[in-house]
């Protein structure tokens, strides 16, 4: 009896020991991610991995290993990529955020003369326009044109073209009319 007294105090003994010492390396441990913890990506820019690192107080113990994410470079959105280390039950993690941006404004190109000369009476015939954007592709369709009403009077008149993507980068042009007597 007074055996397995000894023996269940030694077991105790053991335990405890145990805990302590995954609670210090708990304390001790951690993942640090190489870089920085939030990134602004503007479209088409790649997201390049820089990885996590696992230290155990200032010692480099290995490379944490990334989780499986839905980082889609080529989409617009906020995007979270973890890191983890486990060793028994010590389970460390770290995050980087990814955000996809489009900051670039759609390009607006004016066919024909931007600046042109008719003489009165001579309606207006819109020579084109063409809108491409980086992540919206072709929006020809929707550039917006104001024309001034009094187009056909003699003077100096101005027509505005704007087009905005998705994003609400905008791209303004501006094609000037002489009209003649």
């Given amino acids: 009896m007074k055996k397995i007294r000894i023996l269940l105090s030694l077991s105790l003994v053991m335990v405890a020991v145990l805990v302590g010492i995954l609670l210090y390396l708990d304390q ?8 920085d913890d939030h990134l602004v990506l503007n479209y088409p820019e790649k997201y390049v991995e820089t990885g996590a690192k696992v230290f155990f107080k200032d010692r ?7 989780l499986p994410s839905s980082l889609e470079d080529t989409t617009l959105g906020e995007y979270v990529v973890e890191y983890e280390y486990k060793l028994l039950n ?8 990814i955000v996809v941006v489009d900051q670039q404004e759609p390009q607006l190109q004016l066919l024909g003369e931007v600046s042109m000369q008719l003489e009165q009476g001579v309606e207006f ?3 084109g ?3 491409l954007d980086n992540y919206d592709g072709d929006l020809t369709s929707q550039v ?8 056909e009077e003699v003077g100096t008149h101005e027509i505005e073209y704007e087009v ?3 994003s609400g980068n905008s791209q303004k042009a ?4 002489e009209v003649t007597k």
Avoid: C
């Fill in 174 to 177: 501006i094609r000037t009319i």
């Fill in 90 to 97: 010590i389970h460390k993690k770290a995050k980087r955020t």
């Fill in 60 to 66: 480099q113990l290995q490379e944490a290993t990334i």
């Fill in 125 to 127: 015939e819109e020579p």
């Fill in 144 to 151: 917006i044109v104001k024309m001034p009403e009094e187009i």
């Fill in 129 to 131: 326009f063409e809108a």
């Fill in 28 to 35: 001790q441990i951690r993942v640090e991610l190489v870089g």
């Fill in 164 to 166: 905005i993507d998705s």
